[in-house]
């Protein structure tokens, strides 16, 4: 009985002084976690979509590239698609394809960016809770989409990252072989939009530069775009200076 006792308020006494810390060290780490987004948009919002501004590429050998002030683990990113929520005209296929080849642009540009296709996913919202999501969903405003970044301020790492597309606009999957301007009219390139998004996961800010257009990561989209699915010189040179 004794021995009981005395077992009982050792674990007591440790629930009491352990326990607060651990609760401590856990809000810490929660503390220490940043949330910054990076929103997408047409090059011309308001515009009507059947009348496509999109350019051929002139110079994509501009070396211009923006941190956005973290790196990727270097065990990579695992994330998953909510084939549900993608475009009704698009097959499971062609969307799970695109994205994977819009992932696969930035790690054959720098080997040390992974991403680990996880498989699909129930998940409707873009939200802090330990799954990177690719979704579709309806976004207010003009946003073609958004881009949330969870990143650990203290070691400069990205922790979790989601991206949204929005629904209220027309999609598709085109050929790269088509060209830049090779899509289908009126309609965005999920690949092409997605190669775009997915610079930010690995630490690559928007840029805005007229100098920048032909970049993957100048921060506007077109209808029947194709041209951000391959990098440029600024985006591979982002890619391998940040790389973790």
């Known amino acids: 009985m004794k021995k009981i006792l005395v077992l009982s308020l050792v674990l007591l006494l440790f629930t009491f002084f352990i326990g607060p ?12 976690i940043t949330l910054k987004t990076f ?35 270097v065990s990579g990113m695992k994330y998953q698609i909510n084939l549900g929520s993608k475009p009704k005209n698009l097959s499971s296929e ?3 394809t695109a994205i994977q080849n819009s992932f696969a642009a930035w790690h054959e540009a720098d080997p040390d ?6 498989g699909t996913t129930t ?5 802090f809770d330990g799954t990177n999501v ?35 606009y027309k999609w598709s999957v085109a050929d790269p072989a088509m060209g830049d301007c090779g899509g289908t009219t009126g309609t965005y390139d999920v690949r092409n939009i997605g190669t775009h998004e997915f610079g930010h996961w690995i630490g690559l800010d928007d840029l ?3 100098a920048d257009k032909d970049l993957t990561m100048y921060g506007y989209g077109e209808t029947a775009e194709l041209k951000k699915d391959s990098l440029g010189f600024g985006d591979i040179n982002g890619a391998n200076t940040i790389a973790p």
């Open 21 to 32: 810390l651990n609760s401590k060290k856990v809000k810490a780490q929660k503390e220490n």
């Open 39 to 73: 929103v997408h948009y047409p090059k011309e919002p308001g515009r009507p979509d059947p009348v496509s501004n999109c350019t051929q590429t002139t110079n994509d050998q501009i070396s211009d590239w923006g941190s956005a002030g973290w790196t990727m683990p």
């Open 94 to 96: 062609q969307t799970q």
């Open 113 to 118: 960016q992974i991403f680990i296709d996880d």
């Open 123 to 127: 998940i409707k919202a873009a939200k």
């Open 134 to 168: 690719i979704l579709w969903k309806g976004i207010s405003g003009n946003a073609l989409a958004i881009t949330y970044s969870w990143y650990n301020t203290l070691t400069g790492e990205l922790v979790e990252a989601d991206t949204a597309f929005n629904k209220n």
């Open 208 to 210: 805005y530069s007229a």
